[in-house]
């Protein structure tokens, strides 16, 4: 939940992903399928991990499944993704 007016929704989700991922040792693990919404939950996952420290890192697994019949412009999409990661 929003406190204030000024606090942005990036600072919200990084603040619940830092409850989440210090509240125990499991490793994450993340469906990717190009979407618009795994591509925003890993854009803000991926955000969050560049202000750890590496000591603070813990396993993370990103998911794809190739269905074999997306389209092959989201398909360079989801590989080019993955390769910059």
Known sequence: ?????????????????????????????????????????????????ERLEPSQYKPVFILLSDTLVEPPLIKDYIYQTLELI
């Open 1 to 49: 939940m929003i406190s204030n007016k000024n606090t942005t929704l990036s600072a919200v989700a990084n603040d619940n992903l830092r409850k989440i991922y210090f509240s125990d040792k499991r490793p994450w693990v993340i469906a990717f399928s190009g979407g618009k919404d795994s591509t925003l939950v890993l854009q803000l996952v991926y955000e969050f991990f």
